[in-house]
């Protein structure tokens, strides 16, 4: 067959393959930084990668022309995935050429004239491309809960009740020990009998503090007496003599 060479196809006036590399990576840089996961780009990538071209290659380029460039280059990494994916067809990358028999190709050429770009080499900038027209070939499905069904069943418990954890090893199984909890009585009243004049309930013996009597007596009283404004027996309670 009669088919002229790859450079009719894919290089025309001034685009070069150093021209492509420029661009492809600055594009796949600035896709990394930002995230950038659609295939239709932002004008920042094409100003950017404006700029690099001139610096490195000389070569100014408007931003439009960028874009027409990359959906090119979109045209051809979709071109190239259908001769490699076509039945018969067999990419071999160390001699950088796709094999396919005359007839096979006859037949991709039937459903897509631009595949002839690649009767002779393969696309050399496939695996760039893939890195930015690839994630349109993943199919992302929506996150699903995944809920694994034990075939054990655990009994859980209805209130909250601290017990010794069972031992395994043992033969007897008994039911966990549960704890009570601690009652706790306290005396609100005084009873009948109690002796409420103790000094403190120790081990040793109870030593009974004196009364005071009721009513002060002459004996009972010092020369230092209380006030006679005051009323209350304290005064005169701490100057009996014990």
Known sequence: MNIPLQLCFLYKKCWTPEIDTVLVDTIVRLK?????????????FFFTAAK????LRGTCFTEDELRKRVKFMQVRYQTFKEIINHEGAFWDMPSKSV???DDVWIKIFKKNAFAAAYYYNHEPLYNKLVMLFGMEDVKIEDEKEVIVISETT???PTEDTNYFTYDEGSEEVNSPFIFPSPNVRRKLFVEDGDQTDRESTTLGRDRVLPKPPLVPSGKEKSSRASSCASTSPIGWWHQVHI
């Open 32 to 44: 990394d930084q930002t995230k950038w996961v659609l295939t239709e780009f932002p004008n920042y």
């Open 154 to 156: 655990e009994k859980l």
């Open 52 to 55: 690099e071209i001139k610096n």
């Open 99 to 101: 094999i396919v028999a």
